[in-house]
């Protein structure tokens, strides 16, 4: 019973460090199911620790890209912002790939609206 309980207790230890190592956004701008009365100036993403940005697109309902200068990250940070084109109408959807300090791949999304 002794090993056993060792036995639970080492593979806790190890799922919950290995839990803490990961980066989630913490923040964006505009935020997860905002919606805005106007097309928002900037686009602003904020994560629990630093992070090298690889891919980022910006997509309205119909899957066409919205290009805004965005560019892989050599440094890593935990704020970023670029400055976004005049937005339509419409419902759109936020994509981040990004790399933690450890090079593990993440992903994140979120949508907002502009009426």
Same mark, same amino acid.
């Given at each position: 019973? &002794?090993? +056993?309980? !060792?036995?639970?207790?080492?593979?806790?230890?190890?799922?919950?460090?290995?839990? +803490?190592?990961?980066?989630?956004?913490? @923040?964006?701008? %505009?935020?997860?199911? @905002?919606? /805005?009365?106007?097309? %928002?100036?900037? +686009?602003?993403? #904020?994560?629990?620790? &630093?992070?090298?940005?690889?891919?980022? #697109? +910006?997509?309205?309902?119909?899957?066409?890209?919205?290009?805004?200068?965005? !560019?892989?990250?050599?440094?890593?940070?935990?704020?970023?912002?670029? !400055? /976004? %084109?005049?937005?339509? %109408?419409? &419902?759109?959807?936020?994509?981040?790939?990004?790399?933690?300090?450890?090079?593990?791949?993440?992903?994140?999304?979120?949508?907002?609206?502009?009426?």
């Amino acid at each position: 019973m &002794n090993t +056993l309980i !060792k036995t639970i207790m080492v593979v806790i230890m190890t799922f919950s460090v290995s839990a +803490l190592a990961h980066v989630s956004l913490k @923040a964006s701008m %505009p935020t997860d199911n @905002a919606m /805005l009365m106007k097309s %928002p100036e900037t +686009l602003s993403l #904020s994560f629990t620790k &630093n992070v090298k940005i690889v891919k980022l #697109s +910006l997509k309205n309902k119909q899957g066409e890209k919205i290009k805004f200068g965005f !560019k892989p990250t050599k440094e890593s940070n935990r704020e970023f912002s670029w !400055k /976004l %084109p005049k937005l339509a %109408p419409a &419902n759109y959807i936020v994509e981040a790939t990004f790399l933690g300090k450890d090079g593990h791949k993440m992903k994140e999304s979120f949508g907002f609206m502009v009426h």
